[in-house]
């Protein structure tokens, strides 16, 4: 069969095309470190790898996730910590005011010391988180979660849920305490009211009652004045218990979260690993493809001028 002189010269050219893709290839897959450029590179792998980076993205929105409820527990347990700097202080006004040798005068002095920190206690139930949302209001946003009433008795209006977030992916985790657990839980029934039946007492109306005592507005006689100082003690006291127990629940928290880092870490690099056996390129073995594909490109180009040099008019003489 002859083979025409057209024939020959497309089929060069097509050698040498195909030997240029080859070596513009590799070209492309070392610019890129990249061994699956196109989904056409490698289908199969390809589809793999959009999964397990699907699972990268969902590993990191926990892991974002953990850090903005990681924020809310640490900010709850230092506002605790400060209440509880100012329940032993609180203490140690009462102490102080229930000597004998206090006058009325001092017991009143010491009253506004008392209503300082009280106010400061309504300051710290109201903290923020920076972003506006309230630490204490659960769901509630918008308004502060503890106010005044028109008796003058601080009441919370924030929501009684607290808020949850998922923290991975089996784990939903709650970001801190409602207000309402942390300031109004009920202390003592020992203190009477005044038609004489047991009442309970928060720690807010805890500061209200020994504001009274101290400055002597609830009249009380010298020695209801003492029982009462007696009964403010023990509520202070069980308002630390509860401050620890709160903060103790915090800490449980915020170590979880460490571990689930720590596990997050470690998935997120065997996810990077799979990635990478899958997509990444073998420089070593693209190198050699790279010099392969070269010479292989160059064989062909110096065909193409060999052929294309050739004519039958070479040979007559």
Do not use: C, W
């Amino acid at each position: 069969m002859r083979i025409s002189t057209v024939t020959i010269f497309d089929q060069n050219v097509s050698s040498m095309n195909r030997q240029q893709a080859q070596f513009m290839k590799v070209g492309e897959q070392l610019s890129t470190g990249r061994r699956v450029v196109n989904h056409s590179d490698d289908p199969q792998a390809s589809a793999r790898a959009v999964g397990v980076q699907q699972s990268l993205a969902v590993n990191q929105q926990y892991m974002d996730a953990r850090v903005s409820v990681r924020n809310s527990l640490s900010q709850q347990e230092s506002v605790l910590n400060s209440v509880n700097d100012m329940v032993t202080r609180a203490k140690t006004l009462m102490i102080q005011g229930s000597s004998d040798t206090m006058s009325d005068i001092d017991r009143i002095s010491i009253s506004s010391e008392l209503e300082g920190i009280y106010e400061g206690l309504i300051g710290l139930a109201n903290s923020t988180d920076g972003t506006g949302r309230y630490v204490f209001g659960g769901y509630r946003d918008g308004e502060s979660p503890f106010v005044k009433n028109g008796a003058g008795e601080v009441e919370f209006n924030g929501s009684p849920d607290i808020r949850e977030e998922r923290v991975d992916g089996d784990r939903l985790m709650k970001v801190g305490h409602t207000g309402n657990d942390v300031f109004l839980t009920a202390l003592s029934n020992a203190r009477p009211s005044i038609d004489g039946t047991p009442a309970n007492s928060n720690l807010f109306a805890t500061f209200e009652n020994a504001i009274a005592t101290m400055n002597g507005t609830n009249g009380l006689t010298p020695d209801e004045r003492k029982d009462a100082m007696r009964n403010t003690m023990i509520e202070l006291d069980n308002a630390q218990d509860n401050m620890l127990t709160k903060r103790a629940s915090l800490g449980a928290r915020l170590n979880e979260l460490d571990t689930l880092d720590l596990v997050a870490g470690n998935r997120k690099l065997g996810y990077e690993q799979q990635m990478s056996d899958l997509v990444d390129l073998d420089y070593v073995q693209a190198a050699s493809d790279y010099s392969l594909r070269m010479v292989g490109l160059q064989a062909a180009q110096k065909a193409f001028v060999d052929i294309k040099g050739l004519s039958l008019f070479n040979y007559l003489r």
